[in-house]
Structure formats: structure tokens, C-alpha cells
């Protein structure tokens, strides 16, 4: 079974550049809540790649969380993240779409904006 490229591994690339940033630094320190992200390259729920934001400790990771319970869970398609992610598409439309499915505390989710991801000149 060959795994997908997934467009959203480069901005989780940079998302673990940027935590590490003063600016990143500052929304581990705002936030501090847990984030799972679910990516899947065509359908929701099928062969899912799991990302773990954490901004409590400013890091990303694939794979299932070993600290407990996330704060909130997103599902996305991998192009659906990618507009998300760039700003190209507000989260509270993409949830109205359909795009994106969100489990856990919705408190937790509204933190979840694209103010979080770095800026699109760095993507």
C-alpha cells in the first residue's frame, strides 16, 4: 500500500517552523489547547493521516496523541485543509459546507482559526 503525498504534510512542515518562532511561542501561550487533525487525500473517515497540533507544548506530530484526551478534533479532505490552512476558506464555512467535521469542545474549536497557521507568504 503506497501512502499519499499529502499536500497538508508541507504545511505541518511549517507549522512546527513556525511554533518554534517568537510569534509561535505567543500562541502556545494564548491558546494552549490540543488540536487533532485528520487529513484524508480524497473521502472523510478513509485512510486518514492523523496530525496532533499541540499548543500547550508549540508542537506538531503525526499519529495518535499520548497525552490524553485532545481538546478538539478536526476532519478535513486534504485540499479542504489547504484552503483552510491558507485562509482561502474561513473554517465557520467549511464546517457550514461540510469540508470540515469537528468532534470534542466547540469552545476549543473556535480558537482553531487560520491566525494559528503561518502566514500565506510563508507557505
Known sequence: MATTQLKSDAIMDLM???LSTDAGKELTEKIGLVYQINVAPKKLGFEEVTYIVDLKKGQV???KYEGGKVDATFSFKDDDFVKVATGKMNP???FIRGAMKIKGSLSAAQKF???IFPKPSKL
Open 16 to 18: 512546527k517552523q513556525h
Open 61 to 63: 506530530t503525526k499519529g
Open 92 to 94: 465557520q464555512i467549511a
Open 113 to 115: 482559526t487560520p491566525d
